[in-house]
């Protein structure tokens, strides 16, 4: 919601003021199968990039492994991004192919 303020005769501007605040987009991290990524670096990946436990990284490494792509985690737009440069460079650096993007959650 919007609300005008009176209009300040010495500038003849008004200001427009929100009254309430908007939650930021969500992007999903999203992580794709392939052929050569071991999947121990997956694993750690997930653990170091995504605060993942050891438990839970398996169970997402396994199921992208076997469904083709997997949710590593939720962010904001930047956060997101963030990651995706950070573990595409750090599986280049390695030799691995790994393949990590953001996509916006559907707005609910
Ligand atoms: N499919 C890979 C293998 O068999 C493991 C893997 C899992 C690779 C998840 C990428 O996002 C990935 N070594």
Known sequence: ????????????????????????????VLLLNDDYTPMEFVVMVLGRYFRKSAADAETIMLAVHRKGQGVAGVYTREVAETKVAQVTQHARREG????VVAEPEPSA
Do not use: G, K, V
Request: glycine residues 0%; positive net charge.
């Open 1 to 28: 919601m919007t609300r005008r303020t009176p209009t300040d005769p010495a500038a003849n501007t008004q200001i427009l003021e929100r009254t309430q605040t908007t939650r930021p987009r969500l992007y999903r």
């Open 96 to 99: 691995y192919p790994l393949r």
